[in-house]
């Protein structure tokens, strides 16, 4: 249903080809293990996958936010933990492009690109999640640095990456816009990973609280201006729900292909389930969800291409309506394996698994209703103080 250029195409198989021989067969153990996929990561940067959304300028290939969602969705169908990892490659270039300087750029772009682009985007903290406002996390100037104290949480990537995009409040008192952001180095003595949480699903996904005690930051290491953070933030957001949409239209399609393929080897009553018509409308409605989910997705991926003004407003329909979609088929994909699909021996139960954190994170699927209202009602709908969209495993 997209339509896909030579070049794409072959990204595309080039994908596939990784998460087949590679991915496929690790996936349940990762799922159960929680192992991080670097083997996996290091497939992609040679095969030039991991580096190609960068600018030409600094190494990369300079692919767009289609080809970029191409890739997600590809990933996904076969293991969306790792994919959600691979955002973090995809994403950690935006806040640099969007509010860093030259010699920030000079300086990171290539560490990213060498490392294979692993960052972490630190947004929230224990009391603040939806509302970004809220977040205590403090960044006192002190001379020609900046001193850091805080406690932050659901921070993906936040154990093994080499970049880490922190955002604390310098000015109290002034809400949003009393928030900064700073490139904070791994090893940067202060900084350190708390507890790796244990999740339902996303397993093999890197989620971890992070500790900040005084951590001595370069001034020139700000992220913009002060009072910037907020911006930068909800820019990142709008990326990460694009990349949530695309994860949903990926892992759903996974449990479908997997659903149709049992069923039509399944037999029951001396012939295939997939013969009987009520398990035949039930894979007609998840394939047209899935459809009409993908052609949101990569619509919202080409006006964000664009700097389209409406991009914040289809980010979140896309976040919302894939992620819900996703939850949807998995559910169904379980209910068409029978008893076979709540046994770990089919991938379908990790799929619905995965799928339910694809609701929550990057701003709840709550929080997306109230951006999608705010911008049919021009701002009557306004909600809780500072705008929506914390980000839970940012």
């Not at 820019?235 to 759903?252: E, F, S, T, W």
Request: proline share 4%; aromatic share 6%; with cysteine.
């Amino acid at each position: 249903m997209i339509e896909l250029t030579p070049e794409q195409e072959t990204i595309r198989q080039t994908v596939n080809r990784i998460c087949r021989e590679k991915l496929a067969p690790r996936a349940a153990e990762m799922d159960r293990t929680g192992e991080f996929p670097w083997d996996i990561l290091r497939e992609f940067a040679t095969a030039g996958v991991a580096h190609m959304f960068f600018p030409v300028e600094y190494g990369g290939l300079g692919e767009d936010l289609v080809t970029s969602t191409m890739v997600i969705e590809e990933i996904a169908r076969v293991n969306a933990a790792t994919a959600h990892t691979f955002t973090g490659v995809a994403n950690s270039r935006l806040p640099l492009l969007t509010a860093g300087t030259d010699e920030q750029k000079r300086r990171y772009m290539p560490l990213l690109i060498r490392e294979a682009g692993v960052t972490c985007l630190s947004i929230t903290e224990p009391n603040a999640g939806s509302d970004v406002a809220a977040m205590e996390t403090r960044a006192v100037r002190d001379g020609d640095s900046y001193v850091l104290n805080g406690r932050k949480c659901f921070a993906t990537n936040g154990s093994v990456a080499v970049l880490y995009f922190i955002f604390a409040v310098t000015t109290p008192g002034a809400g949003a816009r009393g928030i900064s952001c700073f490139l904070v180095e791994r090893g940067t003595p202060g900084l350190r990973p708390g507890r790796v949480e244990d999740k339902v699903g996303l397993r093999a996904s890197n989620v971890s609280e992070l500790i900040l005690e005084d951590v001595r930051v370069p001034a020139t290491n700000r992220l913009g201006g002060e009072g910037d953070g907020f911006k930068i933030c909800m820019r990142a957001l709008d990326k990460a729900r694009l990349d949530a949409a695309a994860l949903g239209v990926g892992l759903a399609q996974g449990a479908l292909d997997y659903a149709v393929a049992y069923a039509k080897g399944r037999v029951q009553f001396k012939q295939s389930v997939a013969e009987f018509q009520g398990m035949q409308f039930l894979f007609a409605d998840m394939a047209t969800s899935v459809a009409a989910a993908r052609a949101l997705t990569y619509e919202t991926a080409r006006r964000m291409q664009a700097n389209d003004s409406s991009t914040a407003h289809f980010c979140a329909m896309a976040k919302l309506c894939a992620s819900d979609m996703a939850m949807k088929v998995t559910v169904d994909a379980v209910q068409a394996l029978g008893g076979y699909g709540v046994l770990k021996d089919h991938p379908v139960e990790r799929m619905m698994r995965d799928a339910k954190i694809l609701q929550i994170f990057d701003g709840t699927n709550q929080i997306q209703r109230m951006i999608i209202a705010r911008g049919l009602l021009g701002g009557a709908a306004a909600g809780p103080r500072a705008a929506p969209g914390g980000r839970n495993f940012s």
